[in-house]
């Protein structure tokens, strides 16, 4: 298991941009995949974005391809997720996830970040 913690979440306009960081700590965080996850009041957590532990391969949720880029720094032990274009409906508290050998599944993931909310007004 790794230590994950989100951050850069806010209110921002429909069309603005916001880029998440989730600053992991472990020896072995280079050698995880990590998942973004989002989570709206009374709604289940849906699957956003995954990473490779290269980089190398990514995977996005039909509704935020072309809109959201997940990238990795891992000399810095910290994966980013930047989200442009956002719409009202992109609201959520975002998670980040990590695991060896987990997709799209949150229950791959094993280790799991507090969250950082995201808020989108039209």
């Known amino acids: 298991q790794v230590q994950l913690v989100e951050s850069g979440g806010g209110l921002v306009q429909a069309g603005d941009s916001l880029r998440l960081s989730c600053a992991a700590s472990?020896?072995?965080?280079?050698?995880?995949?990590v998942g973004w996850f989002c989570q709206a009041p009374g709604k289940e957590r849906e699957f956003v974005a995954v990473?490779?532990?290269?980089?190398?391969?990514?995977y996005y949720a039909d509704s935020v391809k072309g809109r959201f880029t997940i990238s990795r720094d891992n000399a810095k032990n910290t994966v980013y997720l930047q989200m442009d274009s956002l719409k009202p409906e992109d609201t959520a508290v975002y998670y980040c996830?990590?695991?060896?050998?987990?997709?799209?599944?949150?229950?791959?993931?094993?280790?799991w970040g507090q969250g950082t909310q995201v808020t989108v007004s039209s």
């Open positions: 996830a990590a695991s060896p050998g987990a997709t799209y599944r949150a229950s791959e993931y094993t280790s």
């Open positions: 472990g020896r072995t965080f280079s050698r995880y995949r």
């Open positions: 990473i490779s532990w290269s980089g190398g391969w990514t």
